[in-house]
């Protein structure tokens, strides 16, 4: 301001997830994840949804465990070369693909319409990131379901993003076969 003749500042809002997406979370284990996801996969009538995972080979991961539980899945990653990534996005554009697996070279830049469903596998490392991958879903005043499983380590990056987007996501409870879940503490800082 010293230095300046009468300078302007502007200001850019971060964006908050569309209202048409209704947020939801389950606090889990990590060894109680991989179940859970099976089953809200199994209980979901969403014919197009995007999972987020945390790193390539989490995304290969979970790629083996849902084919093998015959749910149709395929995985999108840098080690894909370019042509294969074109057929799988074709795939999943044209509903021939019901459920994609990724990172977050997903959330951004990708433009398919449809998507009734997000889910963090993995919570984002970042706030901005959370409302990156669930924007895929609601787009164009469209309604869709956006799902966080959230482990005791991330319980406080979680929380932070409820402050970024000014309000308190819905936690269910896990399904009982799963067992009990771990307490909802965010504010309990883990070491990471």
Not at 163 to 184: C, D, F, M
């Amino acid at each position: 301001r010293s230095i300046l003749n009468k300078p302007k500042e502007i200001s850019i809002a971060i964006s908050k997830p569309a209202e048409g997406i209704t947020q939801l979370a389950y606090s889990a284990y990590e060894e109680q994840k991989e179940g859970l996801l099976k089953y809200i996969l199994e209980h979901n009538l969403s014919d197009s949804v995007i999972i987020f995972a945390s790193t390539k080979e989490k995304v290969k991961q979970l790629d083996v465990l849902l084919r093998k539980s015959k749910l149709p899945c395929k995985s999108f990653h840098s080690d894909l070369e370019q042509q294969e990534r074109e057929i799988i996005m074709r795939q999943f554009r044209n509903k021939e693909l019901r459920i994609l697996i990724g990172t977050d070279i997903l959330s951004r830049g990708i433009d398919v319409d449809g998507i009734g469903m997000v889910i963090n596998f993995d919570t984002p490392p970042d706030p901005e990131d959370y409302v990156h991958r669930v924007g895929r879903t609601a787009r164009a005043d469209a309604k869709g379901t956006a799902i966080t499983i959230i482990s005791p380590r991330d319980q406080f990056r979680f929380h932070q993003i409820e402050v970024l987007i000014g309000y308190e996501v819905k936690k269910e409870p896990l399904p009982a076969k799963l067992g009990e879940s771990p307490v909802y503490n965010p504010k309990v800082k883990p070491p990471y």
